[in-house]
């Protein structure tokens, strides 16, 4: 198990021997996290860092439990000093305060009526050598199961010809995740973990490499849920436990009908908050 030191938030060495001038935003961003780890004493067991490429594109593709699921995972790419490009959505970038250090660490905008530009901005980042990091599931999984995967992912690799590195991260929700407070319990345990490549075959197509993928995320979800070092403490805390583990968690059924009523409530939110502008538009000319 691994705790984030004060040491390792001054290490010099710690972005590799000549780390690139423009991400000075993003070192200084991992640094912070690094201290926010540190005070939460959060315990990590990172397994499969060196399937991460040291040089060259590639896509890490992992499933979401939690709001903090990206800082992990960019945990475990630092030992091969590379800096992890996370595709978000657009919302974002558009926050006061989030938006400009999601434009400074060169992360990517995702805007739903508009994807393609997003996918033409991951692909240029693979062939340009970067690590891309996708949460190919689009939102956080209410089972904590693998859900349905969105083919881009797969795409964007087969287009970039570059590998997919699947990953499995777990534990973050007790942190924090969807529909349930911020709990900032110290010593919290988070299992991060890597698999071998999944490499594109000679004229596969996008939903065979996406199968593959899939199969290798759900057996390291698996492998990190059953290895987890900490247990429930009763049987109110069975919630971040999956159902087929025993535990309260939806089942992935009952989860993707809860992701169906947020969305319809989503919608219904954004049309009323664009009826109130064009009302304030109306008022102001009146």
């Known amino acids: ?6 040491h390792d938030v001054v290490r010099r060495d710690l ?7 423009r991400d000075r935003p993003y070192r200084f961003v991992v640094r912070l996290a690094l201290v926010v780890f540190r005070l939460l004493r959060l315990q990590f067991d990172v397994r499969g860092s ?3 490429p040291t040089s060259g594109g590639a896509v890490v593709c992992s499933n979401h439990v939690s709001f903090l699921d990206f800082t992990f995972l960019g945990l475990a790419a630092l030992p091969r000093h590379r800096l992890v490009r996370f595709m978000a959505k657009a919302s974002v970038f558009a ?3 989030a938006g400009p250090f999601m434009r400074a660490m060169r992360h990517i905008p995702v805007d739903r009526k508009a994807g393609a530009a997003a996918f033409d901005a991951a692909v240029r980042a693979l062939k340009d050598g970067e690590v891309v990091g996708v949460f190919p599931e689009a939102t956080i999984s ?3 199961t693998v859900k349905d995967l969105k083919a881009g992912a797969a795409r964007m690799a087969l287009d970039a010809g570059v590998p997919i590195v699947p990953a499995a991260v777990w534990g973050g929700h007790r942190v924090a995740t969807k529909k349930h407070p911020v709990d900032l319990t110290r010593g919290r345990a988070v299992t991060v973990l ?10 596969e197509r996008p939903a065979a490499l996406l199968a593959r993928t899939r199969v290798a995320m759900e057996a390291l ?3 990190a849920q059953r290895t987890y070092p900490q247990q429930p403490s009763g049987p109110e805390d069975l919630w971040w436990v999956p159902a087929h583990l025993g535990g309260t968690a939806p089942t992935l059924e009952e989860a993707t009908a809860r992701d169906a009523q947020d969305a319809a409530g989503q919608r ?3 049309r009323t908050s664009r009826r109130a502008r064009l009302a304030r538009r109306l008022r102001r000319r009146g």
């Open 194 to 203: 890597l698999g071998e490549p999944v490499v594109p075959l000679p004229g």
């Open 50 to 52: 060196e399937h991460v």
């Open 1 to 6: 198990m691994y705790t984030a030191s004060w």
């Open 221 to 223: 979800l698996d492998e």
């Open 15 to 21: 972005f590799g021997p000549s780390p690139d001038p």
């Open 268 to 270: 219904v939110r954004a």
């Open 95 to 97: 926050h006061w305060f």
């Open 142 to 144: 209410q089972s904590f």
